[in-house]
């Protein structure tokens, strides 16, 4: 168990509809970084954020947003979902110091399907 | 643009071998690599790190080289169990937060 918890687990939805996924890092975690896993990709990085603040962004579309809340939890927002967006989607912590030489402790992940 | 990539997707060993899973990088400015491990259902799991001014670096039953010359990386993981069995991901920092992962082998041992 790396201490960082996702929910839901399984999401299953249509297209076009909208759905909330939320991550909370470790304790003392201050990073939070979303990616997304298909089958015929890697692991592609969306989004970093650092105690609140948006710090990167990667190969997120644009009916793809996130946020991370005072209390460090992070939640991502994906909208017109399309079938293509069915993917494990991964939360990612790592502890603020160490700076880029961290490495991040992964969720278990959410499975979302688009029928 | 850069990329990390894996020479091979698929490794199979016999239990008690030793496994040797390679990973290429085109990022000449990375100073930083990891392996991550990733069970069947499961997230990426942290195996063992190291650092460019490193060209070995030993943990529990693996070993990770790095020749920097040719950029290259490779895990190898001593006497391979069953419990191995998983999907290897190297990922290269070239001193961002954020880390490129290359696209995975996976490795499958019989009993």
């Known amino acids: 168990d790396s201490g960082v918890t996702q929910t839901p687990k399984h999401l299953i939805t249509a297209t076009g509809q909208r759905v909330t996924l939320r991550c909370s890092p470790r304790?003392?975690?201050?990073?939070v970084y979303w990616y997304q896993q298909s089958l015929d990709q890697g692991l592609q990085f969306l989004i970093h954020?650092?105690?609140?603040?948006?710090?990167a962004k990667g190969n997120i579309l644009e009916r793809f947003s996130a946020q991370q809340f005072p209390d460090l939890h992070s939640e991502l927002n994906l909208s017109s979902l399309e079938l293509g967006d069915s993917a494990l989607y991964f939360c990612?912590?790592?502890?603020?110091?160490?700076?880029?030489?961290?490495?991040?402790?992964f969720g278990p992940g959410t499975r979302l399907t688009v029928l | 643009g850069e990329s990390v990539g894996l020479h091979l997707p698929t490794l199979s060993v016999q239990e008690g071998d030793n496994s040797i899973i390679n990973c290429a990088y085109s990022?000449?400015?990375?100073?930083?690599f990891i392996w991550y491990k990733q069970e069947s259902g499961k997230g990426p799991q942290f195996i063992i790190d190291?650092?460019?001014?490193?060209d070995k670096r030993q943990g529990q039953r693996v070993t990770v080289l790095l020749n920097k010359t040719v950029k290259h990386l490779s895990l190898q993981i001593a006497a391979t169990q069953p419990g191995d069995s998983a999907v290897y991901f190297c990922?290269?920092?070239?001193?961002?937060?954020?880390?490129?992962f290359g696209r995975g082998t996976s490795l499958i041992v019989h009993p």
């Open positions: 954020y650092y105690n609140g603040e948006e710090r």
């Open positions: 990022n000449s400015a990375s100073d930083y």
């Open positions: 190291i650092r460019s001014n490193m």
């Open positions: 990612a912590s790592s502890p603020p110091s160490g700076g880029a030489y961290n490495e991040q402790f």
């Open positions: 990922a290269e920092n070239g001193g961002s937060y954020i880390p490129t």
């Open positions: 304790s003392g975690d201050l990073s």
